[in-house]
Nanobody, 128 residues
Framework: QVQLVESGGGLVQAGGPLRLSCASS????????MGWFRQAPGKEREFVAA???????????YYEDSVKGRFTISRDNAKNTVYLQMNSLKPEDTAVYYC??????????????????WGQGTQVTVSS
């Protein structure tokens, strides 16, 4: 059973940075596709970013349009951890952020139902 634990959330002023971490207990973390999703009050959980497993060609990353150029997803397989560096934060980024893992290549990395494992979430609040 894989456990994912997010950390790093908090309150930040608009324009500021924040880095989220997601630590995995799984021994096969390096082969997982990892994603970050977020859910604001009264809204559906939405895709933020995803990163593939490391292959001979490196990794591929994917972003939701509204965070491109501001957020960066990365992974450290030695630490079984995936990160989400968030810069230039906006009030509309306020949400609970979840990390998710999939041991297989999902058909659609943006589809939350493609992910098998989820963390408990960490709150990010951006004040204006």
């Amino acid at each position: 059973q894989v456990q994912l634990v997010e950390s790093g959330g908090g309150l930040v002023q608009a324009g500021g940075p924040l880095r989220l971490s997601c630590a995995s207990s799984g021994r096969t973390f390096s082969s997982y596709v990892m994603g970050w999703f977020r859910q604001a009050p009264g809204k559906e959980r939405e895709f933020v970013a995803a990163i593939t497993a490391i292959s001979w060609s490196g990794v591929n990353t994917y972003y939701e349009d509204s965070v491109k150029g501001r957020f960066t997803i990365s992974r450290d397989n030695a630490k079984n951890t995936v990160y989400l560096q968030m810069n230039s934060l906006k009030p509309e980024d306020t949400a609970v952020y979840y990390c998710a893992g999939n041991p297989r290549t999902p058909k659609d990395r943006r589809d939350r139902y493609e992910y098998d494992y989820w963390g408990q979430g960490t709150q990010v609040t951006v004040s204006s």
